[in-house]
């Protein structure tokens, strides 16, 4: 009882909304309003532009370090004069794209003594040391691998992101695809049984009228009554089939949920069906090639970053600058300048490197691997589009096959109408050959359905059926502005 009032509303329902004016939307305009207003759709969006940040991240490394100190501290030495020391320092460092490092230091010290051994001991003294220091790498760090593999990486992770984002478009597009053209399955399967109960009624009034002149008989007129009756049946609940459908595609577009939608089947039969051609935009665009390629980044990266960190430190530090000493004495000022500088050659060896080895076999594995995927995907593709282009082909054959059909059954039932007319066939015989032919009518179309699957199955592998679509773009403002406690900041 509590389905058969679920049922009876939703028909209710449909048949309230059979006075409004159905939209009729293609699949592209379908499409196009499921991304404007589905949510997951912004948030892989901003996973890319997040994704895109980390470059400055990494190119924030070669920028200037600037480091200062200051300090005061009092000592006592072995003769008991205290001696109070006043120290600034300044650094700035900088990594340069080679792996070396270079520096400029300045530092100011004052000495201040209770006691002094002697008249030509300064006291107070001040100090002051300038000095510009480069550190290269010769073997561990040259070239900077830190920072070219942090680039590489970022690329990556881009890449990565953007694989995200196209994997969700085509998943979404998919999705509907399958929603669209089962709501236009439905909508034929509606259409023809229209067409059939059209015909039934005619053939209806027309045993009617030759019942009440005594030509036909009682079980003539049951029997067409009870045809219309499943029909009409069948397509109450083909109705509400659809409903649900229509439902499901204004909850992606974020449509009310009762607004009528009549899909347009109509489409483009001029996509190229040169496989070399399809094979190469789908290589382009296919999202797992994407992420194939970047895990393969990421694999090179690793290989690079592990045979560095096996290697030797091996560095040349050098230094050179200027210090400045002043001071007062019993027996005049002190003022010397005295140039400064040094050469240093470095060396560290790590003598267990085993670690550095399992890290360098593991990124080989992790190559193989992405490899090997790559492999699969790439055949897959290939399987995938040759397969769509003989369905295509075989689909337009059949086609052609069930114009014919519909064409044939039609001229057989008009035939036969014109020998009932005569009396030389029965009510059974004409009402098979009805429903043949609205077998014949809705098979036809629904090939024809088939067919328009098809074509966008291979165009939404090739990446084609974004051509027309506006993707949505979101910026850091937006994100921001979206959330109201940040906004109130």
Do not use: C
Not at 19 to 29: D, K, R, T
Not at 46 to 75: F, H, M, P, T
């Amino acid at each position: 009882m509590k389905y058969w009032l679920i049922k009876s509303t939703l028909v209710g329902l449909i048949f309230f909304q059979s006075n409004v004016i159905a939209e009729h939307l293609s699949l592209l305009q379908v499409l196009q309003r499921v991304v404007d207003h589905y949510p997951s759709i912004k948030s892989a969006s901003y996973q890319v532009e997040k994704a895109s940040l980390e470059n400055i991240k990494v190119e924030s490394q070669l920028s200037w370090l600037l480091s200062s100190n200051a300090g005061y501290s009092r000592d006592t030495s072995l003769f008991g004069t205290a001696t109070d020391q006043y120290k600034v320092g300044a650094e700035v460092n900088r990594s340069l794209e080679n792996g070396g490092v270079l520096g400029f230091n300045a530092n100011i010290s004052r000495e201040d003594a209770t006691d002094t051994f002697g008249p030509t001991v300064p006291n107070p003294t001040t100090s002051t040391r300038v000095d510009i220091n480069y550190r290269h790498k010769f073997e561990k760090g040259a070239g900077n691998r830190l920072y070219t593999e942090g680039l590489e990486s970022a690329e990556a992770g881009k890449l990565l992101a953007l694989s995200d984002e196209l994997s969700l478009y085509d998943q979404l597009a998919s999705q509907v695809i399958e929603l669209y053209l089962g709501a236009a399955i439905t909508q034929a399967r509606i259409n023809s049984l229209d067409k059939t109960i059209e015909r039934g009624r005619r053939l209806k009034k027309y045993i009617e009228d030759e019942y009440k002149l005594g030509l036909s008989e009682e079980k003539d007129v049951l029997q067409v009554n009870a045809r219309l009756s499943i029909n009409e049946a069948d397509k109450q609940s083909l109705q509400v089939a659809m409903l649900k459908q229509v439902i499901s595609l204004n909850r992606l577009m974020g449509r009310p949920w009762k607004k009528v939608l009549l899909p347009d089947t109509s489409i483009n039969r001029s996509l190229s069906k040169i496989y070399l051609e399809l094979y190469q935009q789908s290589q382009s665009h296919s999202p797992a090639l994407k992420r194939i390629d970047a895990q393969l980044q990421l694999a090179d990266s690793a290989i690079r970053s592990s045979r560095d960190k096996r290697k030797d430190d091996l560095d040349l530090v050098l230094f050179v600058g200027n210090e400045f000493n002043q001071g007062d004495t019993s027996s005049g000022d002190l003022d010397e300048s005295e140039l400064i500088g040094g050469v240093s050659l470095e060396f560290n060896r790590g003598l267990d490197k085993s670690g550095f080895d399992a890290d360098l076999r593991q990124a080989h594995y992790d190559k193989g691997i992405a490899l090997e995927d790559k492999k699969q995907i790439l055949e897959n593709l290939q399987y995938d589009i040759s397969s769509l282009l003989a369905e295509i082909q075989s689909s337009e054959v059949a086609l052609i096959a069930f114009r014919n059909s519909v064409q044939a059954e039609d001229k057989k039932l008009k035939e036969a109408l014109n020998r009932y007319k005569d009396g030389r066939i029965e009510t059974d015989r004409i009402i098979d050959f009805e429903s043949q032919l609205s077998t014949a009518e809705l098979s036809y179309d629904l090939q024809a359905i088939e067919l328009i699957r098809r074509y966008h199955q291979l165009n939404l592998i090739r990446g084609g059926l974004w051509k027309d679509i506006i993707l949505p773009q979101f910026t850091f403002d937006e994100a921001t502005l979206s959330n109201p406690k940040e906004r109130s900041h």
